[in-house]
């Protein structure tokens, strides 16, 4: 028998959280082992519990949704994050994305997405609302479509410098799932191929001068 995925819910509003502890008991593989108010009881809980997938609320008490994104990759706890927001929006999506979160699901959405989203962040995919990518990849940013964001400037000086993927992550307190996408979107900016290339046009435009 295949084990279910372990959840972690965390919301400050009573009703959203049994709601989802609902709809998520009831698929075959999955099991609510958890349900948090507040960032300190899911810091608590994830040691407890220790669960395969949090699902995150942004706004929380004493301890908001991505300053608990921020505790957990800092210390380094071994748990798929998936953030459930009402915000649409992509300086929130944004947040999530650099704070380390593997996907972003949004509450005005059907509970389905929200099901399949915590499948898929479980598997290692990185999830994002569809609505969320042409702002993601920064198209609507900048008039130039090279231009890249602060973030991805930091992969990039850090790929130059050798570093792997995981050392990227490590350093930037993200997933390395967050460090593929970023990859993908400077691939894309700054037309190159591969991790070479993209540290050859580094060097040539953009490495400081001494």
Same mark, same amino acid.
């Given at each position: ?11 400050? +509003?009573? *009703? /959203?959280?049994?709601?989802?502890? #609902? ?8 099991? @609510? ?8 009881? =899911? ?5 407890? +519990? $220790?669960?395969?997938? /949090? =699902? ?7 301890? #908001? ?10 210390? $380094?706890? %071994? &748990?798929? &994050?998936?953030? *459930? ?6 300086? #929130? ?17 059907? %509970? ?8 898929? =962040? ?16 920064? $198209?609507?940013? #900048? ?11 930091? @992969?990039?000086? *850090? ?14 307190? &993200? ?16 037309? &190159? ?7 050859? /046009?580094? *060097?040539?435009?953009?490495?400081? !001068? !001494?």
């Amino acid at each position: 028998m295949t084990p279910r995925l372990r959840i972690l819910l965390a919301d400050d +509003h009573a *009703l /959203v959280l049994e709601g989802l502890r #609902s709809l998520l008991d009831a698929q075959p593989d999955m099991q @609510v082992v958890g349900a948090a108010t507040d960032g300190a009881q =899911v810091m608590e809980q994830l040691r407890n +519990h $220790k669960p395969d997938v /949090v =699902v995150l609320d942004l706004e929380m008490g004493t301890m #908001s949704g991505l300053a608990c994104l921020e505790r957990i990759r800092a210390e $380094k706890i %071994p &748990v798929r &994050v998936l953030v *459930l927001s009402a915000y649409g929006d992509g300086t #929130s999506m944004r947040a999530a994305l650099d704070g380390g979160a593997d996907g972003y699901a949004l509450k005005t959405d059907p %509970p389905r997405n929200t099901v399949d989203a915590i499948r898929q =962040v479980y598997r290692g995919q990185l999830v994002f609302p569809l609505a969320a990518k042409r702002w993601l990849l920064g $198209k609507s940013a #900048s008039s130039d479509p090279r231009q890249l964001t602060e973030r991805e400037e930091s @992969v990039l000086a *850090l790929l130059a410098e050798g570093a792997t993927n995981a050392e990227i992550a490590r350093r930037l307190r &993200v997933s390395e799932n967050t460090v593929k996408f970023h990859l993908q979107n400077l691939y894309m900016k700054l037309g &190159v191929g591969n991790r070479t290339e993209a540290v050859a /046009v580094y *060097l040539r435009e953009r490495a400081p !001068r !001494r």
